[in-house]
């Protein structure tokens, strides 16, 4: 079983290299769009404590921005979705602007990343992280899978379904990875898991790929 923690950059409206590893192996995706690294790792220690994850599990871990303030409530509900200082998180940030502290956010990131290293190296055999921006550089041993929103900027453009209120003119311009961005990220953590991907998976990503482009829709897409 491998386990994947992570944001949108590992759950999404259309799949994802966690969704794509799916495809040829046994996995359960944790990850949640909005999520920051507090309940990233807040989830990953949760399935650890309660025996989900065993010495036998993969373990994925894409860590968020810093800049995202989350708090689990007492209707076991999360609040905070995505970057403070978005326009949906408008009213939170005006809670918390008079301390909010980047740096501290940052330097805790960094403490949550170390920490599960040094969890993980005594759990599972197997274990990888990601990061979405560029923040694992100082805690794990290879860059490769660091800064991947800069690494790899989608390129969608979608004029249906896209009507939220921050976006007037209907027409959305989504920077997430694409569907073959992800399959490149899927062909990298294979070499680290010893799996491969099929050429019918790769097949379907394509197709995909062109589905998305020409319909224009912001919508849920699957590879079946």
Known sequence: MIHFYG??????????YADILGEEAVVKNQGNSGSGNEQIFYH???DLRDGRITEDSTVICQWSGSNRFQYLT????????????LPQNKKIYKKIKSFYNPQYELEKSRNLILATKNILQNYVKKYLFLSMPKLIEHTYHSTEFDNLKQKYVGYYT????????????????DTHPTVLQHLNIAKKICRYLNISITDDTIKRCRELEDKIITEKNFTTYYLH
């Open 7 to 16: 944001c949108s950059f590992t759950k999404y409206n259309w799949p994802t």
């Open 44 to 46: 990953l220690l949760s």
């Open 74 to 85: 007492k209707n076991n509900t999360w609040i905070g979705d995505g970057n403070i200082f």
């Open 158 to 173: 979608f004029t249906k379904n896209c009507d939220w209120y921050y976006y007037p003119n209907y027409v959305y311009e």
